[in-house]
């Protein structure tokens, strides 16, 4: 199949300059915005699934129109699959029946993962497929690791895999899990072999561009958040 996705521009020549200085803050600054309800609504409902479903957990965040979540489920059939995503509209389209150890989820990420922090939830597996890039400078703070919930993302702890199309992405995701864990990370270029887990990807692979990934293992590390 051919497809035209545009590969990332950006304005950055690396990695960006504020990056240390906004995961510091993030490290030491509590995130005060408030949980908004809905997401506190969802967040109990699928609570009430997790209870009914006590096998590891694996949270596929951004998980769009939820491929990845079926593939999860179905590569993990002893583990329960929650994919959150705020897009309602992503979340309705028709792909195929949910298995039964699958769980889809409308939220806000960045109130679900404090959340299922604050829950105790300790899942041993976290996805990060194909996060929208915000390429341009100004927008780190609209990345995941220039965002203040990331560290509720690495206190959550499991084997945390990113993928992205946009190296600098995972670049400065590992230059943040590094700066917050001490622990030396790798970029790897990621091959799909035609086993595509989510449609960007294959769109993404489908155009020519390059894949990149990230994974590292994470302890559940609650005290990472700072506290007021
Ligand atoms: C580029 S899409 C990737 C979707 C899917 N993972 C894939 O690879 O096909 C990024 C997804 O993240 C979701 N997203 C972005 N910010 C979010 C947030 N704060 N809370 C929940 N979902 C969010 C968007 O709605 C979108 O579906």
């Not at 490290?27 to 969802?42: D, G, M, V």
């Not at 995941?144 to 509720?152: D, E, M, N, R």
């Not at 946009?166 to 995701?173: A, D, H, N, P, Q």
Request: some cysteine.
């Amino acid at each position: 199949m051919h497809a035209t996705s545009r590969a990332i521009v950006t304005n950055q020549p690396g990695p960006h300059q504020d990056l240390a200085r906004r995961v510091a803050r993030a490290l030491t600054h509590p995130l005060k915005k408030p949980i908004a309800e809905h997401t506190r609504q969802a967040f109990a409902e699928a609570e009430a699934w997790r209870k009914t479903r006590p096998q590891p957990l694996i949270l596929d965040a951004g998980c769009g129109v939820g491929l990845s979540t079926r593939r999860l489920a179905h590569q993990f059939p002893d583990h329960a699959v929650i994919g959150i995503d705020r897009s309602a509209d992503r979340l309705s389209r028709d792909h195929g029946e949910l298995p039964d150890n699958a769980l889809l989820v409308r939220a806000d990420l960045v109130d679900f993962w404090r959340l299922a922090l604050a829950a105790g939830w300790q899942p041993a597996r976290q996805y990060l497929l194909y996060p929208n890039p915000y390429p341009k400078a100004a927008h780190l703070k609209m990345r995941w690791h220039g965002h203040p919930v990331f560290p509720a993302i690495l206190a959550l702890g499991g084997r945390l895999e990113l993928r992205s199309n946009w190296r600098l992405y995972v670049e400065e995701f590992a230059l943040a899990t590094e700066q917050a864990t001490g622990t030396p990370l790798r970029v790897e270029a990621h091959q799909p072999d035609n086993d595509f887990l989510t449609p960007f990807e294959r769109k993404y692979h489908d155009s020519g561009q390059s894949l990149w990934r990230l994974a590292v293992d994470l302890p559940w590390a609650p005290a990472l958040l700072p506290t007021a």
